[in-house]
């Protein structure tokens, strides 16, 4: 019976430890290393030790599921094409910020190792017609690459959440929230669409907020965090955060560590 108490109680002891670890998603890659949402960004994010990685993506005119941020490529590059309304194959041959290309998310999959998770936003939320039809595409291609329980999908639009939930029912789903609302407006758009939690930008956070999330079994990620003295700051005033995204996923994780101590 001794034997099966300290058992019992370093289980109890290491389950702790892992509730308490916040999981460093690197924001488009390492995006404050190498242009950001590449395959060179990914692959920095992996080397810094990230415990996930961040990417935007959207369904292009030929039905390619393609990793960029914006809906328009003129910020990275020379040339300026509306990445819904353009092919692919005209995409691919754009040289964008550091001399580098803009991959598919096919190509982001194949070089995830298996223990770090994606979070992928779906940036064309808002667009109409086939162009905002991505998740049959997405979930055909997640079962393909043997990704699917790596996989988070995060999205601005809580209705975009409900439709993955039909094609993704055992993906994470986690409503983006940029602007501060009613936290009982929050959280009841949260349950309404079938989100499993809330990722808010940081001056969203507070007490009420942590308090009601964790009332109705809503996790809680916060973005983009990318000074070493607000995370300090998230990590004591605001227990039980799941996970902080930013673009120097190492030095957010050194901070962390220091934290511990």
């Known amino acids: 019976m001794k034997q099966f108490s300290i058992a019992l109680m370093v289980l109890t002891a290491l389950s702790a430890c892992r509730s308490n670890k916040l999981e460093v998603i690197a924001h488009r890659g390492a995006s404050g290393s190498e242009t950001e949402n590449t ?22 005119k030929d039905d390619s599921l393609v990793v960029f941020h914006d809906r328009n490529t003129a910020r990275l590059s020379v040339d300026s094409l509306v990445v819904p309304e353009s092919e692919y194959k005209a995409l691919k041959e754009l040289s964008i ?3 580098t290309k803009i991959p598919t998310l096919r190509e982001i999959l194949e070089i995830l190792p298996s223990d770090v998770r994606l979070f992928i936003e779906i940036k064309c939320c808002w667009e109409e017609g086939e162009a905002g039809n991505v998740f049959p595409m997405l979930s055909d291609l997640l079962q393909g690459t043997g990704k699917t329980n790596q996989t988070v999908i995060i999205s601005f639009n ?3 959440l409900k439709e993955a939930s039909d094609y993704l029912p055992k993906v994470p789903l986690y409503w983006l929230v940029w602007e501060k609302k009613p936290v009982d407006e929050l ?28 009332q ?18 998230i990590r004591h005033k605001y227990r039980g955060i799941e996970g902080i995204t930013t673009d120097y996923p190492d030095l957010i994780k050194k901070r962390l560590k220091l934290n511990r101590r």
Do not use: C, Q
């Open 39 to 60: 395959i060179e960004a990914v692959e920095k994010a992996v080397e810094l030790g990230s415990d996930a990685i961040e990417v935007d993506i959207w369904r292009t």
């Open 97 to 99: 910020s550091g001399n």
């Open 158 to 160: 809580p209705a975009k």
């Open 187 to 214: 959280i009841k758009t949260a349950l309404e669409y079938d989100a499993d939690g809330l990722n808010v930008h940081f001056n969203v956070l507070s007490e009420e907020l942590m308090k009601k999330a964790k």
């Open 216 to 233: 109705n079994n809503l996790e809680v990620f916060v973005w983009t965090v990318n000074d070493e003295g607000k995370v300090a700051e």
